[in-house]
């Protein structure tokens, strides 16, 4: 990593277990002070594992420190609290709730003051902004991630790590997506990109691990893994 980002999350020697199956097997993975890193692989691989168990949704041993504090062994909403957001690759919004009611939902109760308010979130997606009163339910599957992506940020997190953002998504709405991360850096937030999309990870991110078989296979620059095709041929490629 970059000798000038301090890391914010740092994953060392990270196993987890589904039941008896255990699917990671000692993964180091770091994200810097207003990075955006991507965490590339086929399905199956154990990447949304891996931010699951950060956000202690999976059983797991190692160590997950997150601002120099450990977080294996915290409850998720705990976790949240310390300023780290999840997106799930399932779209979690409340249907029968406005797009307005899902954004404020999102908000942080105590404090206030976030770097991020509705008017940004509309200034960002104006489409949400058009279907604020809008059940979210009838929204398209574009416009469930934008509303998805923007409660996360709600929150005012510090790192928020999204699952398959672009998936399904016309490509007109997967470069508004990238515009949309690209946003999060210039505030500072760190962002985690679990993706299967080449083009968007290599084109925003600042480092990109690949995993294969439940551990890091690559670690390096965008550059870097362009010009292996090897990795590419071997971890990548369908």
Known sequence: MSALLEPLLEIKQLNAWYGKSHILHGVDLRVGQGEIVSLLGRNGVGRSTLVKAVMGQVSATGSVCFKGGQLLGLKAFQIAHKGVAYVPENRD???????????????????????????????????????????????????????????????????????????????????????????????????????QKLAIALDISARVYVMGHGAIVFEGTPAALRADAGVRKEWLEV
């Open 93 to 195: 919004i409340f249907p029968t709730l406005t797009v307005e009611q899902n954004l404020v939902l999102g908000q942080k109760r105590a404090g206030g003051g976030g770097r991020w308010t509705l008017a940004d979130m509309y200034g960002m997606f104006p489409r949400l902004e058009e279907r604020r009163s809008a059940p979210a339910g009838v929204l398209s599957g574009g416009e469930q991630q934008m509303l998805t992506l923007c409660r996360s940020l709600m929150g005012d997190p510090d790192l928020i790590m999204i699952d398959e953002p672009t998936e399904g998504l016309a490509p007109k709405i997967v470069a508004l997506v990238a515009q949309y991360l690209l946003a999060l850096k210039e505030k500072g937030v760190s962002v985690l990109l679990v993706e």
